[in-house]
Nanobody, 115 residues
Framework: VQLQASGGGLVQAGDSLRLSCAAS????????MGWFRQAPGKEREFVAS?????YYADSVKGRFTISRDNAKDTVYLQMNNLKPEDTAVYYC????????????WGQGTQVTVSS
């Protein structure tokens, strides 16, 4: 499956953004979807996932919401009350439900939160 992420930008602390990730090439509903991020000088980290259940990193619980629209082959990440520490490149990823490995990745979209 091919993934195309979009929606990043430069915002101020406390603002909101919604990231989108459009999938193509395979049956979207066969995949669990996830969002990850990588800040400068840091390793890529898990943010949220949507499969049979939804999961969130502790750092974003209560502020971020992952959702998916199988009719549009798209997964979203609604980010509210953004903080400067949320600044990172955000990646969407896909994995078959039968595995724990995300093997399809989007190109990333930059989110920058100024204080």
């Amino acid at each position: 499956v091919q993934l195309q992420a979009s929606g990043g930008g430069l915002v101020q602390a406390g603002d909101s953004l919604r990231l989108s990730c459009a999938a193509s090439g395979r049956t979207f509903s066969d995949y669990a979807m996830g969002w990850f991020r990588q800040a400068p000088g840091k390793e890529r980290e898990f943010v949220a996932s949507s499969g049979r259940s939804t999961y969130y990193a502790d750092s974003v619980k209560g502020r971020f919401t992952i959702s998916r629209d199988n009719a549009k082959d798209t997964v979203y990440l609604q980010m509210n009350n953004l903080k400067p520490e949320d600044t990172a490149v955000y990646y969407c990823a896909a994995r078959y439900y039968s595995t724990n490995v995300y093997n399809s990745w989007g190109q990333g979209t930059q989110v920058t939160v100024s204080s």
